[in-house]
C-alpha cells in the first residue's frame, strides 16, 4: 500500500499520461518545447487532470490537443504509476497504455515527437517521475 503524502499547498498534483505502442512495440515520447518547465526532456504525452475529470477523460483531451489522434476511455490500460515530490507540489503520475487510436500523431504542443524501443527509453532525458516507470513499461508490453 502506498500513501499519498499531502504537501502543504493542498492536494497532489495529479497527471495522466500514456505510452502509446505502434504495431513494432515501439513508444511515442515527445520533447517538451523551451517555454516549459524542464524544457528538452522527453516525457509521455498527457498533462494535468483538470477539475470534474477523470483520469481516462483528461487524458483522452490532452491526446487531442497534443498529438490531434482520437481514443476512447476504453482503449486505456492502467499500467503503472509514479510518485514524486516537485519541490513545492507532490505529483502522482499515472502511466497508462494505448494500442488503438485513430489519426498519426503531430507534435502539436511540444518541440517534436519519437518513436523509440522500450528498452531505448533508458538513454533518453526525462522528467525524474519518468525514471522509475521505464523498467516497468518494458516488463508490461
Ligand atoms: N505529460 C507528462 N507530464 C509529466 C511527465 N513526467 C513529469 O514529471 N510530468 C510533469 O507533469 C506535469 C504535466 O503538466 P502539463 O504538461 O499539463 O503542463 P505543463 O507542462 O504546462 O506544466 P508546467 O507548468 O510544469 O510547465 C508537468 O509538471 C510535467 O513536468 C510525463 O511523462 N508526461
Known amino acids: 500500500m502506498t500513501a499519498i503524502i499531502l504537501s502543504q499547498a493542498g492536494l497532489p498534483l495529479f497527471v495522466t499520461a500514456v505510452a502509446l505502442v505502434d504495431a513494432d512495440g515501439r513508444v511515442l515520447v515527445q520533447q517538451r518545447s523551451a517555454h516549459r518547465s524542464m524544457a528538452g526532456l522527453w516525457e509521455f504525452p498527457g498533462g494535468k487532470v483538470e477539475d470534474g475529470e477523470t483520469p481516462e477523460v483528461a487524458l483522452v483531451r490532452e491526446l487531442r490537443e497534443e498529438l490531434g489522434i482520437e481514443t476512447s476511455s476504453a482503449c486505456l490500460a492502467p499500467a ?27 507534435p502539436l504542443d511540444s518541440a517534436g515527437l519519437k518513436w523509440v524501443r522500450p528498452v531505448d527509453l533508458h538513454g533518453l532525458e526525462m522528467p525524474p517521475a519518468d525514471k522509475p516507470l521505464i523498467g516497468l513499461l518494458e516488463a508490461l508490453l
Open 80 to 106: 503503472c504509476f509514479a510518485s514524486e515530490s516537485l519541490g513545492d507540489r507532490h505529483l502522482i503520475l499515472l502511466l497508462y497504455v494505448c494500442r488503438k487510436w485513430s489519426g498519426t500523431p503531430r
